[in-house]
Structures are given as C-alpha cells and as structure tokens.
C-alpha cells in the first residue's frame, strides 16, 4: 500500500503497519481482531481513551448543524465556547486557532517576533531549551534541538540559543547565563516545554527551573511561550503543567489532548498586552496566518466535549488514581532496576533502557515494540527510553500489566 507514513523507513523487508479496524477505550482492534493495549494514547492524543461516546456524540451533532466556515469572515457558537473557556482558565485574553501542534507554535514564533516588529523594537534573540522538540514546521524545527530530524535541513532553519537543561548539575551553566539574559536588552522570546520534555526521552525538571527561566526572560523585557502540546491536559497531574508552575506563560500552545484526540485542532492563547501591539487599522500590523480549516466547527465541538470531561469529578478521580499508580510503578521499578534511570510525572511512567546507543536511533525502539507487541501491548520507545502514557479509560491493572512486559523485556536484556 503506497502510504508514506510518518518517521518510518521504507525499504524492501521492512515491518509493515498494522491494520486497525476499531478502537474503544484503552485498545486498538486489528482486522484479524487482535486487542492491543495503547500505552502512547495514539502519540499523546487520546486523554480520554479512544472512541468516548461523549464526545463521538459532540462530533456528530455538529456534523449535522454547522461543518464549516471561513473563520477570517465568520465565527461561531463552538469557537466562541471553547475561547471563552480556555481564556477563563488560563488568563490568557486571546486565542489564535491552528491545525495541530506544529502551528500553534509557528504561530506563537510568529507572534512574539512581530509583536516587537510592530512596536518598532529590534530584537533578535530567541532562548530554547537543550534537548527541546516543538514540532516538524520550519519555526518548529528551528526551536528544536538540532538532530537528525532536522539535519537535512540545518542551514535553512533560523538561529536559536539554547539553555542547559534545567537540572542540579546544569546548575551554575544555567545560573551564568540567567544572569547574562537579566542584563540583555536583545531578548525576544523563550519557548520551553514545561517541567517534562517529551520526545526527548521525557525529561523532567522542577517548576522552580521554570519559574527562574521565566523570571530572567520576563526581567529582560522577553516573552515566556510556553509549549504544552504534550504537557497538556492532565499528562503532569494537572491539567497544564503551567497550572504547577508560579510562573505563568505570555503565550500557551495547546493541541494534541485538546479535542482528546478525535480530530486535529491547535490553539495559540495569547496575552492581552501582545495583542495590543496588533490591535490597529493599519493593515501591515495584522497577523498574516491563517489555515483552510482554522477554528473547525467540528474539532472545536470534540474539544468542547473533552472539557466537559475534565470537569467531572470521575475523571479527575481516575487522573488521581492513575497518577498514583504510575508513581507506585516507578518507585517498585527503582527497587527493582536500582540501575535504570527511571522517571515519573503525573501520568508518564519512563525508564532508560540498557544500551551500548543512546537516543532515539537506539534498537530498542524496534525490539522492544515487536516485544510488546507479541503481548498484546502497543508502546512506542523514544530509543532507548521506554515509557508509558496510559488513557484515563486505563485500570491500574493494565498499567501493571504494561510494565510488567517492560520488566520481562529488561529482565531478558541481561539474562
Ligand atoms: C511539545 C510538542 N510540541 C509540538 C509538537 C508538534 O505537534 P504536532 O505533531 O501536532 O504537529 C509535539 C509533538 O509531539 C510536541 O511534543
């Protein structure tokens, strides 16, 4: 079948995909009706599970009354409800709509260099953090750790500094350069995941961290863009990682978890102090972005849907539950593997596999899927990092089941 899939070599003898026909709560059906336990929600995006009716019934209501519109000249009931909830929520007075995460960064970039373009101010310098992955865009790419990913495309991507990753032993790299970004009158903007990196083999770092990088950035007269295309909607415990954070993000950029993962959307929500420096007749100052499905009826009806979940009491008991679960795992993990670094926030259980190749190249990311697989289990390895992100519509008994196959695996690593 000639599909070119995402992040997949393609070559004579290579695995092929699976064919899924079907898929309810934490488990995906193949046609020949295999159940496979999903322990990367669809690549971040299903928070809920797969197939919640609440929001299949959203969808499909608002497939009947309204499927489209050109958003520069209209708007609508769902994408006023859902603005009107996220800009409550997270204090952040407008809110820009994309297609997935990539662009809601590319729009964020795009708005904190043009906010000092129309104020007339220079400034060039644009922070990230070592390790960083915001997306496959050119922007995107650019604020993204230089990697293979991007290789190919090295000299066209714009120049960004990076700061060490906030950790006890970057502490004083990190402190000098805080110190030199106070003094600077350069800085435009900085972007960071906060507290947990995902495809970097789900670092995390303290909201203390957080807190410094973004006072520095603030002192210097930058704006903090916060990218919580993963580190939204419960994946910390909270429903942003910001809501754990003293320091509050100009920009938010949300999309994965955001319609729990029935059709892409991504929002860019924006402080109230940016917008001004767009708020102008003067044609030159507007936002020249847009996107053929911006502010999708649908999506924005599944995303409406998803936050009713959130508010009920259920779900932020399961959260709790899981959470713990995922905690109680890791530290009997420790005990087990003293050896293994081994990582846990919220809902994201990881482990650093033993091997001679580091990141993301590292063959466990074949063999411990085939592995898995074998067992009914889905995961997805970032190289030589294993982890688990479990749905909400997951029992404590399948987390452990989950990482009762990762043990089996390691245990064999060394047998
Ligand atoms: C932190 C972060 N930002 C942005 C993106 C890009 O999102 P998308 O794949 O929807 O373009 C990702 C994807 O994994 C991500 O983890």
Redesign the pocket.
Known sequence: MPIWRPYTSHYEGAPLPLRVVRAQGSYLYTAEGRAIWDGTCA???TVHGHCHPHIASAIARQAHTLDQVLFADFTHPAAEALTEQLTHRTGLAWAFFT???????EVALKIALQYFYNRGEKRTRILALEG??????FG?MSVSARSAFTDPFREWLFEVEWLPFPCPKNESLLEDRLREIRQSGEIAAFIG?PLL???AGMRTYSSAYWDRIAQAVRAAGGIVIA?????GFGRTGALFATDLCNEKPDIL?L??GLTGGFL?L?LTLVHERLFEAFRSPEPHKALYHGHSYTGNPLACAAALASLELWSQPETQERLAQLVQTQGRLAAQWKSRFPDLPTRHLGLVWATELPTPEKGYFAGHRHALKAFALEKGLFVRPLGHVAYILPALSSEPSELERAVAVLADYTEALSA
């Open positions: 690549w971040w995006v297609d997935d995460g990539s662009t809601a960064v960083a992955y915001h997306g496959d865009t995107a995941e990196q995902g495809v990218d919580e295309v993963f580190t950029c999309s994965k892409p991504g």
